[in-house]
């Protein structure tokens, strides 16, 4: 009896990513050499690849968040991409804590000066996480990446100001 694979969706794509991501983070952070207890650890490549994703994703979804809050009409369009970067950070922070507190944005007045900072925001992620993939020697940790970067831009035409010049 053949059995068929279930449809590749872009959420089963992202999710297998992942999946492969931790496992390979993990086995990366389970590799590194024994510390004592006065010594500094050192990031691998990787963890400080992670740490910087990291914290870019917390700072991209807190814009996300404070635009959401003070636009509730935004909402709606908003919060499929929070959701995505709750993903995303689920991804990268692997049971760390010690995740620097996201600064507050300043939301630009206006429905499209808020959506335009958002915009500029996310791209400015996209590429970082691009960048960051590009850097890898890990395959798998650059799949991730590059994942968590096409997830981004997929989200960012909703985003743009359309012909019309209404957002």
Do not use: F, Y
Not at 63 to 91: C, W
Not at 117 to 144: C, F, I, K, N, P
């Amino acid at each position: 009896m053949l059995l068929h694979d279930p449809p590749l969706t872009r959420r089963t794509t992202l999710l297998g990513a992942a999946a492969i991501g931790a496992a390979s983070l993990l086995a990366a952070c389970a590799s590194g050499s024994p510390v004592g207890d006065n010594e500094p650890a050192e990031l691998s490549v990787h963890e400080q690849a992670a740490v910087k994703a990291r914290d870019a994703v917390a700072q991209t979804l807190a814009a996300v968040s404070a635009t959401s809050t003070a636009r509730p009409g935004l909402a709606v369009l908003l919060n499929p991409i929070a959701a995505m970067h709750d993903a995303h950070l689920s991804i990268l922070d692997q049971g760390e804590s010690g995740a620097a507190s996201p600064d507050v944005p300043v939301v630009p007045p206006g429905r499209a000066g808020a959506l335009a900072a958002l915009h500029t925001a996310e791209t400015q992620l996209a590429t970082l996480l691009a960048g960051l993939a590009a850097e890898s020697d890990s395959g798998q940790w650059a799949r991730v990446l590059a994942s968590m970067s096409a997830a981004i831009h997929q989200r960012l035409p909703d985003l743009a100001p359309t012909q019309g010049g209404k957002p």
